[in-house]
């Protein structure tokens, strides 16, 4: 049975820093990319950055040079260090295993406001 288990958000005043953490388990987590997704109300989910198995990475265009994912594959997770946090970052964050399955953690909610 997979499990991914989302942990770290909060409220943060704009300008903030906050760091998610996602640990995994029933997956072989070293062979998969791992993703962070956020969902805002209204919204559909989105990407917002990725590392490879390979410790390749992409990110969303919107959080370039504020955001930074990576990974500890002896601790099955991956983590999203968010910096220079903006209102339009608060969302519930999610993280994922790259690829056509369904695992889906409870997701973690950000909120930046004042």
């Known amino acids: 049975q997979v499990q991914l288990v989302e942990s770290g958000g909060g409220l943060v005043q704009p300008g903030g820093s906050l760091r998610l953490s996602c640990t995994a388990s029933?997956?072989?987590?070293?062979?998969?990319?791992m993703g962070w997704y956020r969902q805002a109300p209204g919204n559909q989910r989105e990407s917002v950055a990725i590392i490879g198995s390979d410790s390749s990475i992409h990110y969303t265009d919107s959080v370039k040079g504020r955001f930074t994912i990576s990974r500890d594959n002896a601790k099955s997770t991956v983590y999203l260090q968010m910096n220079s946090l903006k209102p339009e970052d608060s969302a519930v964050y999610y993280c994922h295993p790259f690829g056509p399955n369904n695992y889906w953690g409870q997701g973690t909610q950000v909120t930046v406001s004042l």
């Open positions: 029933g997956i072989i987590f070293r062979d998969y990319a």
